[in-house]
Nanobody
Framework: DVQLQASGGGLVQAGGSLRLSCAVS????????IGWFRQAPGKEREGVSC????????YYADSVKGRFTISMDNAKNAVYLQMNSLKPEDKAVYYC????????????????WGQGTQVTVSS
């Protein structure tokens, strides 16, 4: 099994930045693609960004391209999501997920999930 621990959420003004962290444990880190997903109240969960260490492939949702950057630190078994130019519509609970690969579109179920971290963007 894989355990994931997300952190780094908080309250920020529109235009501000946050950096989310996902600590991964329990299995070999490079066996999985690690993704960030989010779910806003009343909306379905959506894939935000994913990365795999096998070939450094990344995925970004159109809504975050150019603003968010995903990265991984293999030595620390951690994946980060740098979120810049945040908008009120980015407000959601953000989850990290471990899946066998990056899927297009990202699969919003299956794999391993961590607990969420709340991101709130004030206008």
């Amino acid at each position: 099994d894989v355990q994931l621990q997300a952190s780094g959420g908080g309250l920020v003004q529109a235009g501000g930045s946050l950096r989310l962290s996902c600590a991964v444990s329990g299995d070999t880190f490079d066996h999985y693609a690690i993704g960030w997903f989010r779910q806003a109240p009343g909306k379905e969960r959506e894939g935000v960004s994913c990365i795999t260490s096998r070939d450094d492939t990344t995925y970004y949702a159109d809504s975050v391209k150019g603003r968010f950057t995903i990265s991984m630190d293999n030595a620390k078994n951690a994946v980060y999501l740098q979120m810049n130019s945040l908008k009120p519509e980015d407000k959601a609970v953000y989850y990290c997920n471990a899946a066998p690969d990056i899927y297009h579109p990202p699969r919003t179920s299956g794999g391993y999930w961590g607990q969420g971290t709340q991101v709130t963007v004030s206008s």
